[in-house]
């Protein structure tokens, strides 16, 4: 039972560099999402995609870009890191983008920017 | 800002005490709901509550949506050092399908 699959778990970058996070989802769900978490704040959006073809930002999209390659795959890019990106990323699904979904979430990439 | 408070954020109590954790907005929500989360590992869903004054048990676990659905609250019975983890209200508001709005969450510490 794979659910959420998110590589890499761990990445280190220098300031400038650029990198993609790859997420994978195999329970048929139609919608996706980036979540951003740093201590004490809890889990901030980045960008979701309600349904494939579709991506939509969230609270903090600034300095990120997504892809929704096809309905299992959502893909996280940064273009350019900066320190302030130095963070855990999740990746979560659920079945419709209906209020009372469940998300399914991913185990997180750990992600520091020098 | 954040829109929905929780508190306490941190709790460090002896095994066999019982808790309550927070979760309050001065906004209406649709629905709330409180995930858990452990160390190295994403949040696992817990609840969903939907229906103002709701209350829902889960075993030990007690979560309430309150009469105006702008807050709700988690009870632990007897904890466990089991239960030791993060905690994590989030709420869904009504045109923001998909967009569910996390607190900063609440950091459980049950020791034996």
């Known amino acids: 039972n794979a659910g959420v699959t998110q590589t890499p778990k761990f990445q280190v970058l220098k300031t400038g560099q650029s990198m993609t996070l790859q997420c994978a989802q195999d329970?048929?769900?139609?919608?996706m999402y980036w979540y951003r978490q740093d201590p004490g704040m809890g889990l901030r959006l980045i960008y979701y995609?309600?349904?494939?073809?579709?991506?939509d930002k969230g609270e903090v999209p600034n300095g990120y870009n997504v892809s929704r390659l096809n309905k299992r795959e959502f893909s996280l890019r940064l273009e350019s890191a900066a320190p302030s990106q130095t963070s855990v990323y999740f990746c979560?699904?659920?079945?419709?983008?209906?209020?009372?979904?469940?998300?399914?979430f991913g185990e997180g990439s750990r992600l520091t920017v020098l | 800002t954040q829109l929905l408070e929780q508190s306490p954020q941190f709790l460090s109590i002896q095994e066999g005490e019982n808790l309550t954790v927070y979760c309050n907005s001065s906004?209406?929500?649709?629905?709330l709901q409180w995930y858990r989360q452990e160390p190295g590992e994403g949040p696992v869903l817990l609840v969903t509550?939907?229906?103002?004054?709701e209350v829902k048990k889960l075993k030990r676990l007690t979560f309430q949506f309150g009469d105006a659905r702008k807050d709700s609250s988690l009870h632990i019975t007897a904890a466990q050092t089991g239960d030791t983890g993060l905690y994590l209200c989030?709420?869904?508001?009504?045109?923001?399908?998909?967009?569910?709005?996390f607190g900063q969450g609440t950091t459980l510490q049950v020791k034996p």
């Open positions: 979560a699904s659920t079945r419709t983008s209906g209020i009372t979904g469940e998300l399914f």
């Open positions: 329970m048929n769900h139609n919608s």
């Open positions: 995609s309600a349904s494939e073809g579709t991506t």
């Open positions: 906004s209406v929500f649709s629905s």
């Open positions: 509550v939907v229906t103002g004054g």
């Open positions: 989030a709420g869904a508001r009504s045109g923001n399908t998909g967009k569910l709005i």
